[in-house]
């Protein structure tokens, strides 16, 4: 179950700090967490959304204990496998050039496929508060990658 | 809301991601036998605690009963003054007595039979015997060869409700 969410998981983590290093330590933090919880695990909501439930708050207490003052600059090795580099770079940069916050609604809903709803759940706001964020983070990415 | 669609960004999460599940599942092994170590060490304390605080002499038993009375009533006898300090419920139907003796020469204590101990230096002596099933008991004075006997019953001084301790 949990080798099936692992690149995901991995991947959230990468897009959000921004360097691999971080991100395996916090994929590997969420896995050992979901370990733990697993027998609480009721099943009424999807394993996906569950175990980014965990990431989140593995992550919000990463930015707590100040990870991302530690690292400004994105990694080099962060950038996906790609057909067309030149313009999948230009999106990373763009993306990486966001607030955390958008990041995080971004790379949830437009590059992980969860549906914004469930979105909502895992970062505990309303629906409605959710979709006004994700037009906000999608506009400021359309600018940043300038398209 | 703009009609734009949004950028697709799926290609992002196709990332090489090393494998991380084997790792995660020995540091949580690793975690919980540090956590069931803890455990166990925690209970271990607790049980020594609880046993370092168990009394054990009948002077401990007698001092740190719950379920007691403060009685002070004072014979005389032979030049040696005898005071009860305090009895208490020991369970199982016994009874601890805590005395006072001040006195030159060997003073000993006796009741029921019973020879009371000095386990608290020279001016104390305690006294464990079966709750009287009826009647009072006695306490023997004994200073030297002379034996002087008081009983514990009304108008001794000792309240009625030691004996319903």
Redesign the interface.
């Known amino acids: 179950m ?2 099936a969410h ?3 998981v ?2 959230y983590f ?2 959000i700090v921004g360097n691999r290093q971080d991100a ?1 330590e916090l ?6 967490r979901a ?2 919880a697993a027998v609480r695990f009721r099943g009424d909501a999807k394993v996906s959304t569950w175990l980014f439930g965990i990431g989140r708050r593995v992550l919000l207490e990463a930015v707590r204990a100040g990870l991302f003052e530690r690292h400004s600059e994105v990694d080099e090795q ?1 950038h ?4 067309d580099p030149d313009e ?1 770079m230009d ?2 940069r763009a ?1 990486a050039s966001l607030g955390a916050g958008d990041r995080e609604v ?2 949830m ?5 969860f549906e914004p709803i469930e979105v909502a759940g895992i970062v505990g706001i309303t629906p409605e508060t959710f979709r006004v964020r994700l ?1 906000r983070a ?2 400021r ?2 600018e940043a ?1 300038g ?1 | 809301m703009s009609d734009q669609p949004p950028l697709d960004l799926r290609a992002l999460a196709d990332v090489d991601a090393p494998e991380m599940i084997h790792e995660a599942l020995r540091r949580f092994r690793r975690k919980i036998l540090v956590r069931s170590v803890w455990v166990v060490l925690a209970a271990v304390a607790v049980v020594v605690l609880l046993w370092a605080r168990t009394p054990t002499t009948l002077a401990e038993r007698v001092d740190q009963a719950s379920r007691a009375i403060e009685a002070h009533p004072v014979w005389h006898a032979q030049g040696a003054t005898v005071a009860l300090d305090r009895v208490a419920s020991l369970g199982d139907g016994r009874l601890g007595f805590h005395f006072v003796v001040i006195g030159k020469g060997l003073v000993t204590l006796r009741m029921s039979g019973q020879v009371a101990s000095e386990d608290e230096g020279w001016a104390n002596r305690y006294v464990e015997i079966d709750r009287p099933a009826h009647g009072y008991p006695t306490l023997a004075i004994i200073v030297g060869e002379q034996r002087t006997s008081f009983s514990l019953g009304l108008g001794s001084g000792v309240t009625q409700a030691v004996w319903r301790l």
């Open positions: 949990f080798r692992q690149r995901a991995f991947a990468l897009r395996e994929t590997q933090e969420t896995f050992v370990c733990g962060t996906a496998r790609a057909d999948r999106l990373e993306l971004l790379v809903v437009d590059m992980l496929g037009h999608r506009a990415l359309r990658y398209r």
